[in-house]
Nanobody, 125 residues
Framework: VQLQASGGGLMQAGDSLRLSCAVS????????TAWFRQVPGKEREFVAT????????YYADSVKGRFTISRDNAKNTVYLQMDILNPEDTAVYYC???????????????????WGQGTQVTVSS
């Protein structure tokens, strides 16, 4: 499975940005997908996940109400719409996928078998 994240950039506080992650190599509908982020010197942090059925999505408290995860099964792509960005959102954002994720593990990076290369999001104040 290959994941290709894109859409990062340099933004200002209050801006909106949409990240994309194109998935190939395995039937997309069988994969649950997620976004994590990481800043230097810190552990990779869970942002959001959406299950393969697209019926359930979950968010970190820090982004709830501002970020929206979605997926387009026809395009094999998962998105992260980020609104009301603030400087604390600055990080490298990674998309991840798993065919076996369960609810109790969605915030654990090790539970995801497949990862993209990351895209940098920088938010200035």
């Amino acid at each position: 499975v290959q994941l290709q994240a894109s859409g990062g950039g340099l933004m200002q506080a209050g801006d909106s940005l949409r990240l994309s992650c194109a998935v190939s190599g395995r039937t997309f509908i069988n994969l649950s997908t997620a976004w994590f982020r990481q800043v230097p010197g810190k552990e990779r942090e869970f942002v959001a996940t959406i299950f393969r059925s697209a019926s359930n999505s979950y968010y970190a408290d820090s982004v709830k109400g501002r970020f929206t995860i979605s997926r387009d099964n026809a395009k094999n792509t998962v998105y992260l719409q980020m609104d009301i960005l603030n400087p604390e959102d600055t990080a490298v954002y990674y998309c991840a996928a798993s065919s076996t994720i369960i609810l109790s593990s969605i915030r654990t990076p090790e539970a995801y078998a497949y990862w993209g290369q990351g895209t940098q999001v920088t938010v200035s104040s």
